[in-house]
């Protein structure tokens, strides 16, 4: 679990630097997505892989709304790199492969399992987005 935690930061700070965040707030946005992702993998023994993604995006943003009013910086700056772990990048990869091989119910169910964490992504935003931000005003300094 360390080691996941390690690389999903260092694979967070990665994506900051390459997209050029700021870099005071670099360091705050790797411990986002390792966050994130070390919740991920505590859920994922109990849950669903969709619902470990939804609590884990959840907790992203919250967490989000609270360095962006504390940092005073945009919330995009660690929203962004925050959901960067759960991009679901290879199972694109996979899904394309298994139809270039000629795999096309395997090259489907993996399209649909992009598509379904994409929603659980953008649903789990949503719900983050629609807390008051009033509700983070003591979180500043």
Same mark, same amino acid.
């Given at each position: ?17 390459? %997209?050029? *965040?700021?870099?005071?707030?670099? #360091?705050?946005?790797?411990?986002? $997505?390792? !966050?994130?992702?070390? =919740? ?6 109990? %849950?669903? *892989?969709?619902?470990?993604?939804? #609590?884990?995006?959840?907790?992203? $943003?919250? !967490?989000?709304?609270? =360095? ?14 925050? #959901?960067?772990?759960?991009?679901? $990048? ?52």
């Amino acid at each position: 679990m360390t080691q996941q935690f390690i690389f999903a930061f260092i694979g967070t700070l990665s994506f900051c630097v390459l %997209f050029k *965040a700021p870099k005071g707030e670099i #360091i705050f946005c790797g411990l986002t $997505g390792a !966050l994130a992702w070390l =919740l991920y993998c505590v859920l994922i023994n109990k %849950f669903s *892989a969709f619902v470990s993604v939804f #609590i884990s995006v959840v907790s992203v $943003g919250v !967490l989000s709304k609270i =360095l962006s009013v504390r940092r005073k910086m945009p919330l995009t700056v660690f929203i962004i790199a925050g #959901i960067m772990p759960f991009a679901p $990048g290879g199972v694109i990869y996979n899904s394309i492969y298994m139809l270039i091989m000629g795999d096309t119910a395997a090259s489907l169910a993996k399209a649909i399992e992009t598509i379904k964490t994409a929603c659980t992504i953008s649903i789990a935003l949503v719900v983050v987005l629609a807390i008051p931000n009033n509700i983070f005003k003591p979180f500043k300094t």
